[in-house]
């Protein structure tokens, strides 16, 4: 009985996406992980100014702080070319947020509402040992409700030139079909585990 129980947990999750909240998106590579947060609740907004920081972690858990840490944050519009220039590159500065202190963070405004990338590239400084990295986020950035009067930054026109293709999202039959594989795959494997 339980077993079903789990299953019915399993499927109800699956397709209407109960699962708890997480505002930080995390990314790694081998040895060094970061966690991205935005606020306000990471939710930017196109003419406001953004705080950006990130929790930035050796394996293991510990701390890196900027001060060991030779980081970069380019900001790209989506979609975007390879080789294109930033739209953005804001200054990364140490600042301490939630229990993190000293970490690589920086103010930013996104020029207008749509999907970036931000990519932090790092390497360490001397003393520090950790391999080079960059970790790349998607950040979806909301219609603005103020102008604000902060330092200027400087925007960069890269998507002149460039045609956007029109793309449609996954069609619900494909959804579907992928979630009724992915329960008889858990029903095969429910059943196996049974049997032993």
Same mark, same amino acid.
């Given at each position: 009985?339980?077993?079903?129980?789990?299953?019915?947990?399993?499927?109800?999750?699956?397709?209407?996406?109960?699962?708890?909240?997480?505002?930080?998106?995390?990314?790694?590579?081998?040895?060094?992980?970061a966690t991205l947060h935005i606020e306000p609740n990471d939710t930017p907004r196109a003419g406001?100014?953004?705080?950006?920081?990130?929790?930035?972690?050796?394996? @293991?858990?510990?701390?890196?702080?900027?001060?060991?840490?030779?980081? /970069? $944050? !380019?900001?790209?519009?989506? =979609?975007? *070319?390879?080789?294109?220039?930033?739209?953005?590159?804001?200054?990364?500065?140490?600042?301490?947020?939630?229990?993190?202190?000293?970490?690589? @963070?920086?103010?930013?405004?996104?020029?207008?509402?749509?999907?970036? /990338? $931000? !990519?932090?590239?790092?390497? =360490?400084? *001397?003393?520090?040992?950790?391999?080079?990295?960059?970790?790349?986020?998607?950040?979806?950035?909301?219609?603005?409700?103020?102008?604000?009067?902060?330092?200027?930054?400087?925007?960069?026109?890269?998507?002149?030139?460039?045609?956007?293709?029109?793309?449609?999202?996954?069609?619900?039959?494909?959804?579907?079909?992928?979630?009724f594989f992915g329960m008889g795959m858990l029903l095969f494997v429910v059943q196996r585990v049974?049997?032993?």
């Amino acid at each position: 009985m339980s077993n079903y129980l789990l299953l019915l947990f399993i499927f109800v999750n699956f397709f209407f996406g109960i699962h708890p909240a997480s505002a930080h998106k995390v990314k790694t590579t081998a040895d060094v992980g970061a966690t991205l947060h935005i606020e306000p609740n990471d939710t930017p907004r196109a003419g406001e100014v953004t705080r950006a920081w990130f929790a930035l972690t050796r394996k @293991g858990g510990k701390v890196i702080p900027l001060a060991q840490c030779d980081c /970069q $944050l !380019l900001i790209y519009a989506e =979609p975007h *070319a390879s080789g294109e220039p930033p739209l953005l590159e804001p200054t990364l500065k140490s600042i301490s947020a939630e229990r993190y202190k000293g970490i690589p @963070g920086a103010d930013i405004t996104f020029p207008r509402p749509g999907s970036y /990338q $931000l !990519l932090l590239q790092g390497k =360490p400084t *001397a003393g520090s040992k950790f391999k080079p990295f960059e970790l790349k986020y998607r950040v979806t950035v909301a219609v603005g409700t103020a102008q604000t009067k902060s330092a200027p930054q400087a925007v960069k026109n890269v998507n002149q030139n460039v045609t956007q293709e029109q793309t449609q999202g996954v069609p619900i039959w494909a959804i579907a079909a992928l979630g009724f594989f992915g329960m008889g795959m858990l029903l095969f494997v429910v059943q196996r585990v049974n049997k032993d």
